[in-house]
């Protein structure tokens, strides 16, 4: 009785093991299946077009400069198609010239104007340096080449308007605002300087600010309408040994979004006297006011890796008696998301309308379900319209470098594929001394149970 009680409480315990491996082989199966996906499984890139034996990378964004600024010209989007399709190695050495329209004027790592790895340098810009700059890199077998505009205006110049980088906000907002396109140059010790119009003095901290020495920004704590204007963040950089200005300017517009209109009565139009003598009410009439889009900000650059989601919100301000009749929409090239080329790859979320003050605020989504390299060509644009006016922002999509996240998930799902595997292993081979022995044990415990009852049997007959 013993041994068979014993036995029947072992097999469970071995269908259970046999159970709990079949598991683990199925995890490690689609952990297998998980990494080769993600390893092997990315589509391959569509190819560059061809020009003169060279293929071409889409132009850079076009850059616009101050005359006198030192000016740092980089190829983000070439450099970019290097990197996702693992052409040029690290050591790569590129040339770049100036398109004359005949041939390339090739430059030196030294003198005004100079060459270093993929930058151009001018110390300083000059007028005369405007004009389309290309980016070559070349080997045995391959030939990239990638494109830039550079336009460089005089302070004198009727086109220095197109330095002003454009913001909008509203009376009562808060503003903190970083000079922008610093990034290819070290500071100094010296604070950015702002500066307001043509004055010469930099603004004082305290009044309209600029913030701390490590982050340049010019913060307005309540925006009021006379301090929209024409604003000059100055940047202080050593280069080379000898110190060199830069500059941005940004245009700040501040609109109120309940302007009143005045209305006086037109006395003209009628000859009673008293009512011309008699005083008489000036009437408010509250305007209708355009929508204001808060985010994004115009010019905005939104990355991504290839592959990957991403998601675009659209918040426009705008008073609550207008906002059911205030339109909200994306547009992608000009055309609406469904008929556009994004249509089955990007949706256009519900509309959701808050009240944030005496405002409302309208968000509209836009998910873009997979990043493609077509998308850093799209025009992305978020319009808001009512019957006071339309406002509308352009956006610009990237695809980041996801070579680096590639690696770390890989080699997460190796070492818990590696993980599952030993379990499995040491589960499966594991020694079962123990209950070999406690089988053992029963076994003699049964046979000594046997011996002692043939034994009182035994006795029994005999004293009978």
């Known amino acids: 009785m ?27 199966l689609l952990l297998g299946l998980v990494i080769i996906e993600h390893v092997y499984g990315r589509p391959p890139l569509p190819p560059l077009p061809m020009e003169d034996g060279c293929h071409q990378v889409s132009p850079e964004v076009e850059l616009f400069r101050a005359d006198g600024d030192a000016v740092i010209l980089s190829f983000p989007f070439f ?5 996702l399709r693992k052409i040029a190695p690290p050591t790569a050495r590129y040339l770049i010239t100036k398109d004359n329209g005949t041939e390339g004027e090739a430059f030196e790592s030294n003198g005004r104007v100079q060459q270093h790895d993929e930058q151009l340098w001018f110390l300083p810009g000059q007028a005369s340096d405007s004009g389309v700059y290309n980016c070559t890199y070349r080997n045995e077998t391959y030939c ?17 308007k197109k330095l002003y980088h454009p913001i909008s906000v509203i009376v009562g907002e808060k503003l903190m605002y970083r000079c922008p396109s610093l990034s290819n140059f070290n500071k100094t010790d010296r604070l950015i300087e702002w500066y307001k119009d043509s004055s010469s003095t930099a603004i004082q901290i305290g009044r309209v600010s600029s913030s701390s020495r490590d982050s340049g920004q010019l913060i307005i704590p309540a925006v009021k309408r006379s301090h929209a204007g024409v604003y000059t963040c100055q940047l202080s950089t050593l280069i080379n040994g000898q110190q060199y200005k830069v500059s941005r300017t940004i245009l700040l517009k501040v609109e109120d979004l309940y302007p009143e209109v005045t209305t006086v009565p037109d006395l003209s139009m009628t000859s009673d006297p008293e009512l011309i003598s008699s005083s008489y009410d000036i009437v408010h009439t509250p305007m209708i006011h355009p929508p204001v889009i808060i985010s994004p900000r115009n010019g905005s650059i939104f990355e991504s ?3 990957s989601g991403l998601e675009l919100l659209c918040k426009v301000l705008t008073e609550c008696q207008m906002a059911d009749s205030t339109m909200v929409t994306w547009l992608v090239n000009g055309q609406s998301v469904e008929s556009s080329y994004l249509d089955g790859r990007a949706l256009q979320g519900g509309r959701r309308v808050s009240k944030v003050s005496e ?14 390299d077509e998308d850093m060509k799209t025009e992305m644009k978020c319009v808001t319209q009512n019957e006071g006016g339309r406002q509308e922002v352009v956006i610009q999509l990237q695809l980041e470098d996801s070579t680096s996240t590639w690696l770390v998930v890989a080699a997460v799902a190796v070492s818990c594929f590696l993980t599952v595997v030993s379990i499995f292993l040491y589960v499966l081979f594991k020694p079962q001394r123990k209950k070999k022995m406690d089988y053992i044990l029963a076994r003699q415990s049964s046979t000594i149970y046997s011996s002692a009852s043939e034994y009182m049997s035994s006795t029994d007959r005999d004293l009978l």
């Not at 450099?79 to 990197?83: P, V």
Request: charged share 15%; glycine share 4%.
């Open 79 to 83: 450099k970019r198609q290097l990197t």
């Open 2 to 28: 013993l041994l068979q009680s014993t036995l029947s409480s072992h097999l469970p315990v071995r269908h259970t093991r046999l159970y709990d491996t079949a598991i683990m082989v199925r995890l490690a």
């Open 144 to 160: 990239v080449t990638g494109s830039i505009r550079l336009y460089v205006y005089e302070s004198s110049s009727s086109d220095i």
């Open 359 to 372: 405002s409302c605020h309208i968000e509209l989504m836009l998910v873009v379900v997979a990043m493609t």
């Open 305 to 307: 890796p290839h592959g």
